[in-house]
């Protein structure tokens, strides 16, 4: 018996259908005028009855309430609670550190359930891509319903790392194109010296709640170096020469909870959440296992 072909390279077919039945969750109300499936507090056009208010010139008439006119001769308007679209951006790290250990893979499996789901949802949902500056399409435009999904997943296998952009000049780019309220996952390994207080705050502003998703590989959560090694920087080539590695370790391990600290306030400060994924973890266990225990989907 013929087996179905597959539908991306990214997610197995098995997979995609698990992830289908999925829904994100996230943490903050949002103020577009378009339908979606996220409620929010303004006036709009879902099923969901809010309270009346008198006529006004120029209102729909479709919203006039005639059974209450004809009883008190006047004209009063239906208000509805709005049903409104969630935009999804999935801000990706392509640069050339993400090549290691499978974090660029990672990366984008991830982004492909996220957006199969967000899709799925009704929400628009767009894609950037930052590594270095001139390599070919680095955005894909908003797209929306579940029949884009291969459109999505189409862009997302074309992508490969290299590079030496930062995620706070990817996050500055994406805000130079992107309009509109919603979430914004970062999906990157954050091992950057910016200041990327800076740029959430530029996000939180333009409405985007920031969602960090941080991508290490098991050697980088938790090296074990036993003798003086030199140390390549694999964006710029810089080398360092290290003796005395115990100690170094030490540091480095210090640094690194710090680090995460630190992101996971950048994003919860603003509405959203940050979570640290060890690449030796599959997508599979990350979405149905990790993400759905903190509350990222359900």
Known sequence: MNQPAQITGLLSNQLLGRIEQMQLVVSRRFTNRSRGEHLARGG?????FRDYRDY????????????????LQRPFVKLFHQEEQLHVVLLIDASSSMGFEEKDRRALELAAALGTMALRGGERVSVHVFHSAGRGASRLEPIRGRGKRRELFAFLENVTPGGET????????LLRRHRGR????VLSDFLTTGDLNRAFNMAFSAGLVPYGLQ??????LSPELSADVRLVDCE???TLDVTG?????????????????HLDAFCR????QFVSLDTALTAETVLTDVLRRRGWVR
């Open 44 to 48: 709009g056009s879902s099923n969901e």
């Open 166 to 173: 930062t995620v706070e000049q990817g996050v500055e780019a």
């Open 236 to 238: 710029n080539a810089e």
């Open 56 to 71: 006004s010139a120029g209102d729909d008439m479709r919203f006039v309430d005639w059974n209450i006119f004809a009883r």
């Open 215 to 220: 991508l290490l590989g098991p050697s980088e």
């Open 182 to 185: 919603g979430a914004m996952f």
């Open 269 to 272: 400060n603003r509405g959203g």
């Open 245 to 261: 590695t115990g100690e170094l370790v030490r540091l480095y391990r210090e640094h690194l909870q710090a680090l995460l600290g």
